[in-house]
T-cell receptor
Framework: ELKVEQNPLFLSMQEGKNYTIYCNYS?????LYWYRQDPGKSLESLFV?????AVKQEGRLMASLDTKARLSTLHITAAVHDLSATYFC???????????FGQGTILTVHP | DGGITQSPKYLFRKEGQNVTLSCEQN?????MYWYRQDPGQGLRLIYY???????QKGDIAEGYSVSREKKESFPLTVTSAQKNPTAFYLC?????????????FGPGTRLLVL
């Protein structure tokens, strides 16, 4: 059974600081996704990582994938208040299209 | 505009009642999914369908049923057998086997038990 664990689950940051969210998964997969969810809202796709060593960047967010370590990271650079949200990683399993989600990381950025 | 719509936004269920949540997409996606989200938790897969007239159970299918008679529609029925239905329900769709297979999510339905 595929298990996905994120840490930390809660992250309180000051504006301008850097931090990393980690996503570990238990079995081999070649598809990893990062989503953002604002309170009471749906999920917004941020990144899709499809191969070992893949790195993608959008604004202050950068995601990477190490399939050998079964680890993905979401790095936040110079955080701003607008990045406050819950971030989920999700891993593709052997069944076509089926995703297993992590618990989510609640990020709060303070002035 | 292409997208996924879910209705209603809020739904109240009485004890012993079956309720149906609607999910419609005009993205021409073959695959559709239903997830449940409980407060402070990640998403758990209820059912998914990769093609019309075919669907599979996810991790928490007990107490739920679905149908897939049209490509655009994938309604979810929460039956009276689901003893703890209060949650946020999200529908998603994707192109199976597509370059990225990203799942796109609808706005969600919040179900509350009276």
């Amino acid at each position: 059974e595929l298990k996905v664990e994120q840490n930390p689950l809660f992250l309180s940051m000051q504006e301008g600081k850097n931090y990393t969210i980690y996503c570990n998964y238990s079995t081999t997969s070649d598809r990893l996704y990062w989503y953002r969810q604002d309170p009471g809202k749906s999920l917004e796709s941020l990144f899709v990582l499809l191969s070992n060593g893949a790195v993608k960047q959008e604004g202050r967010l950068m995601a990477s994938l190490d399939t050998k370590a079964r680890l993905s990271t979401l790095h936040i650079t110079a955080a701003v208040h607008d990045l406050s949200a819950t971030y989920f990683c999700a891993v593709g399993g052997t069944s076509y299209g089926k995703l297993t989600f992590g618990q989510g990381t609640i990020l709060t950025v303070h002035p | 505009d292409g997208g996924i719509t879910q209705s209603p936004k809020y739904l109240f269920r009485k004890e012993g009642q079956n309720v149906t949540l609607s999910c419609e997409q005009n993205l021409n996606h073959d695959a559709m999914y239903w997830y449940r989200q409980d407060p402070g938790q990640g998403l758990r897969l209820i059912y998914y369908s990769q093609i019309v007239n075919d669907f599979q159970k996810g991790d928490i299918a007990e107490g739920y049923s679905v149908s897939r008679e049209k490509k655009e529609s994938f309604p979810l029925t929460v039956t009276s057998a689901q003893k703890n239905p209060t949650a946020f329900y999200l529908c998603a769709s994707s192109i199976p086997g597509g370059p990225q297979e990203t799942q796109y999510f609808g706005p969600g339905t919040r179900l509350l038990v009276l």
